[in-house]
């Protein structure tokens, strides 16, 4: 299962895709969140709760194909929320009067469709992610350099799965472990400079940040391949070995800029992020 974050119309939609299915699942409250217009999440799951009793009452077949799979919620951890696949969310958007119905349906084939492509050929994935960062206001430099930590992300991931290790926590411990390791902070206190909350910290670090974060998970990849860990804390080992290898290069910049590079900027201001080591020089 691959999670992931789907925007409609500045609305973001949890998603998860089952490879051995070829399908999507989509978060049903998400959806009805769009359809409905709301701000409000509790409104949203109010709103799916009487509508699912409504539908249930009738037999509704909407409601018969509805399951359950863990998704990250606004808390930042993996709970279980309703599901639907395709066929499934365009029952639902029958079932609720909304202006959006259409456009909806029209973004939903999208999806489908462009996942497909992806599969046929990963490169269109590349372009779609570079497209999605330049909408957002990103430089063309960083989005360069941030495509490719997405790449080295997925081959550590890819990696840590190889040696058993295939839940999210794990992963979230092992990426604590490798990025204090590094900086000098934990992943929640590297946030807490930055000021954010539930935002994703690669998407808010400096260019040369995200260099340091991928040549630790780089080299936490090539170590592990070469040695193979087998329990967990092993794994962890490594990943702290990766961390140290950045943390040196952190240091050999540092002493070339004469000061930090963890950066307390973030994507409120999108352009500073593509650091200009000139103009940093004292």
Not at 20 to 29: L, R
């Amino acid at each position: 299962m691959e999670n992931k974050i789907k925007v409609f119309e500045s609305k973001q939609v949890r998603t998860v895709w089952n490879a051995q299915d070829e399908e999507w699942y989509f978060s049903v409250v998400d959806i009805v969140s769009v359809l409905t217009d709301s701000v409000d999440y509790q409104a949203s799951r109010n709103y799916w709760k009487v509508l699912k009793n409504r539908l249930k009452a009738e037999g509704n077949e909407t409601v018969t194909n509805c399951n359950q799979l863990k998704m990250l919620a606004a808390d930042g951890k993996m709970r279980l929320t309703d599901i639907l696949d395709t066929q499934g969310v365009l029952r639902l958007v029958q079932s609720i009067p909304s202006p959006k119905a259409e456009p909806f349906k029209m973004w939903l084939a999208k999806v489908g469709s462009e996942r497909l492509d992806e599969i046929a050929d990963p490169e269109k994935a590349i372009l779609r992610g570079a497209d999605y960062y330049r909408a957002k206001g990103y430089t063309e430099g960083w989005i360069n350099q941030r495509l490719q930590t997405i790449e080295m992300r997925k081959e550590l991931t890819d990696e840590w799965k190889a040696r058993g290790i295939e839940q999210e926590k794990d992963y979230a411990i092992l990426t604590n472990e490798m990025t204090k390791a590094w900086s000098g902070y934990s992943v929640q206190e590297y946030k807490q400079i930055k000021g954010l909350k539930k935002e994703n910290l690669r998407d808010n670090m400096t260019n040369i940040e995200l260099v340091l974060n991928m040549l630790a998970e780089v080299t936490t990849t090539a170590i592990s391949r070469q040695e193979q860990p087998e329990t967990f804390e092993a794994s962890k080992a490594v990943a702290k070995r990766g961390g140290n290898v950045a943390k040196n290069a952190r240091s050999d910049i540092e002493t070339q800029l004469g000061q930090s590079v963890i950066s307390p900027l973030n994507a409120k201001d999108k352009p500073a992020l593509e650091i200009d080591t000139k103009k940093n020089k004292n």
